[in-house]
């Protein structure tokens, strides 16, 4: 599993200890060899310099040389999972845009997890409306200023394919080796709309996508670990990928 972590593009590391538990948690429950990317962060390394850090992750590993070097033996690279929370789930959805052109030697992206991935866009949706007075870690405005530091300095609005990625001028996936894909939602979640269209998108688009909703929960829960939907989620993901990899077996 390569994850990417999440923070709004411009604050946390894969050595924080929120991630570094949940990425030994992933390790011990599904069980997996976990690798945390440690990209670069905005303002000061705007978009892309997050998605070009992600494929030169996956490039890497996909040398033999580094393999031996850095991952354990038994670590199985034609079934590698992607997976990522908020601005995480964000990049991660575009690294694999870009793997689905490269020619890789022996990696093979098997499966998406994203977990509460931050999309947006130019209309403010009903759960951002909703949310936006009480969110408990993200309001319009806080969104806003994230989407400013991530983006170029040249004008944009938040209808470009990077930001609104199901919108009007996002990018047409339907003939991509595009994986089966995970996507989680909260109910007190700001960014649920954009998400939820998102799963909608996959599918109409043509790809395998499970939907799992935590209706009760908020941004990024399931860093606490004294919340039952952590543990839950936790769960969740280890029967997608085995939901996935089963697939995979029977076809070959």
């Known amino acids: 599993m390569v994850f990417f972590h999440g923070g709004a593009y411009i604050v946390l590391s894969p050595d924080v200890n929120i991630y570094d538990d949940v990425c030994r948690k992933f390790a011990r429950e599904l069980p997996a060899v976990v690798v945390s990317v440690n990209y670069r962060l905005a303002p000061e390394h705007r978009h892309p310099a997050q998605h070009d850090d992600g494929l030169d992750v996956l490039k890497f590993l996909d040398v033999e040389e580094n393999r031996s070097k850095w991952l354990p033996e038994n670590a199985n690279i034609s079934r590698c999972f992607i997976a990522g929370d908020s601005a995480g789930g964000h990049i991660a959805l575009h690294v694999i845009q870009r793997a689905s052109q490269f020619n890789f030697q022996k990696l093979k992206v098997t499966g998406l997890v994203a977990i509460q991935p931050f999309f947006g866009g130019e209309e403010r949706t009903e759960s951002e409306i909703r949310i936006d007075g009480s969110a408990l870690i993200l309001s319009m405005k806080w969104t806003d200023w994230f989407w400013n530091a991530f983006m170029p300095l040249e004008s944009y609005n938040r209808d470009h394919p990077i930001i609104n990625v199901s919108g009007p001028n996002g990018v047409d996936i339907s003939e991509m080796d595009f994986p089966a894909t995970m996507v989680v939602v909260a109910g007190f979640d700001g960014l649920r709309d954009w998400q939820i269209r998102y799963y909608q998108w996959l599918k109409k688009s043509g790809k395998e996508?499970?939907?799992?909703?935590?209706?009760?929960?908020?941004?990024?829960?399931?860093?606490?670990?004294?919340?039952?939907?952590?543990?839950?989620?936790?769960?969740?993901?280890?029967?997608?990928?085995h939901k996935v990899l089963n697939k995979v077996s029977s076809a070959q």
Do not use: C, G, R, W
Not at 225 to 232: A, K
């Open 209 to 241: 996508a499970y939907l799992v909703d935590y209706p009760n929960t908020f941004h990024t829960f399931y860093v606490f670990p004294e919340l039952p939907e952590s543990d839950q989620l936790i769960l969740k993901v280890k029967d997608f990928i």
